[in-house]
């Protein structure tokens, strides 16, 4: 599809229209809505807006009414409603209709296939994306939603609030999140799926890490506070972000935070030293061992290793090693990583034969990669790019999708070459 195809077919569905749309700018801030958190029986409906005070929510599967539900906006511009009693792998469509006159959708979502079912399944799953520059531009949302993937993981970097005008505060972090939720192609994609995503840095500051969150509290509180406005979760405990969840008999997705609980990257590289936390780090390794999906996908928003600078993984080596070296005792089978941060695609492989896929950016500059390749690093490409996952009962797939729509990569493995040796 050329851009100017994809730009009519968004502009014929509403989403350019002029006044009473699902566009509908207004000082401050915009009007729009996202699908968050799909699972086997609900999914959470998100809805912000700087004029309205109540929603509606309409819910309808083949063209059959399931849910009306009202919804109050708060005085932060948002209303959320946990559409539960859902039925496990059904297509739903969500319409919101607000008392400004704006009707957002329909917004179409799957819930995630029944724990054992084994269907054949399509993820997708990006990083870096800043619409606010004409050189990032690009059709590749549009070849990602042509995909038709079911889920949609973004791993942070959604948005950049941390470039003119740097955001500090409630209010500016507001409205840099509303202004891309207001993008066409943002809209596009929120309108074809349901989301799950976890910050990385610049939705705070570049490479924050612990050090930075406590000598700028006012700033972090007010970068997070709206991030949670913006990507409500079911059922958190206050600043836990990290999640787990199933998407039929073969895939569990392990979403890490990857920020809030990690020491400054500069500290020595020993036992103390944490990208996790004790917390998380055991909550991971706990579930990776009790995992019965065929294939467990582990998103972290830095690289496990072959990145630039010591914004990643391999700053944090002590604790990556015991990951790697329980994956091994457990023979856990089945483990991907998936990474983005630095801006160029590629295929790698670690210790004990463990293997990684790292994607982006969708709309960012590009990253310089090391050189020369180190070992590693099977494959690279520097260009805009989505990462599809397609599971087939023993079989995943695992596709970089380019800005022109070509599949420029495309690997298949077993959960049995992706266990540690």
């Not at 809805?47 to 929510?57: D, E, I, L, P, Y």
């Amino acid at each position: 599809m050329l851009r100017r195809e994809f730009l009519q077919l968004i502009g014929a569905s509403g989403v350019l229209a002029a006044c009473g749309d699902n566009l509908a700018l207004v000082p401050g801030g915009s009007e729009g809505a996202a699908v968050f958190e799909p699972d086997s029986n609900a999914f959470l409906v998100s809805v912000w807006s700087a004029r309205g005070s109540r929603a509606t929510v309409e819910v309808t599967a083949g063209g059959d009414e399931v849910a009306v539900i009202d919804v109050a906006i708060d005085a932060a511009g948002q209303g959320v409603v946990d559409v539960t009693g859902l039925v496990a792998d059904v297509a739903y469509d969500v319409t919101i209709a607000l008392d400004t006159g704006a009707r957002l959708g329909p917004h179409r979502v799957r819930t995630a296939p029944a724990d054992d079912a084994t269907r054949p399944v399509r993820l997708a799953v990006s990083a870096d994306w800043d619409p606010s520059n004409p050189e990032f531009d690009s059709d590749l949302v549009a070849h990602v939603v042509a995909a038709e993937p079911e889920l949609y993981v973004s791993i942070g970097d959604f948005p950049y609030t941390d470039n003119g005008p740097i955001a500090q505060t409630v209010a500016l972090y507001r409205e840099r999140h509303a202004a891309l939720r207001a993008d066409p192609r943002a809209r596009a994609l929120h309108e074809a799926m349901g989301v799950r995503a976890i910050y990385d840095d610049h939705e705070f500051r570049n490479n924050w890490d612990a050090h930075f969150a406590a000598i700028e509290p006012a700033r972090y509180a007010s970068a997070m506070q709206v991030w949670d406005e913006f990507f409500p979760l079911r059922d958190a405990a206050p600043g836990v972000r990290y999640r787990k969840w199933r998407w039929g008999a073969n895939v569990e997705c392990f979403l890490l935070d990857c920020r809030r609980f990690r020491s400054a990257d500069a500290a020595v590289d020993d036992a103390g030293k944490t990208m996790l936390g004790k917390p998380q780090l055991a909550w991971l390794l706990d579930g990776l061992a009790r995992s019965t999906a065929t294939f467990k996908l582990v998103f972290t928003s830095i690289p496990l290793d072959y990145g630039v600078g010591d914004d990643h993984w391999a700053a944090f080596t002590t604790e990556r090693q015991v990951i790697f070296d329980a994956l091994l005792a457990n023979q856990t089978p089945g483990v991907l990583f998936v990474s983005g941060d630095q801006h160029w695609f590629a295929a790698q492989q670690h210790a004990y034969g463990l293997r990684e896929f790292q994607i982006g950016p969708v709309a960012r500059g590009f990253g310089v990669p090391p050189d020369p390749q180190p070992a590693g690093v099977l494959f690279r490409a520097v260009r805009f790019n989505v990462g599809l996952v397609d599971v087939d009962g023993d079989s995943l797939t695992f596709t970089g999708l380019g800005d022109d729509g070509t599949r420029f990569y495309s690997e298949t493995v077993t959960a049995q070459q992706l266990t540690a040796k």
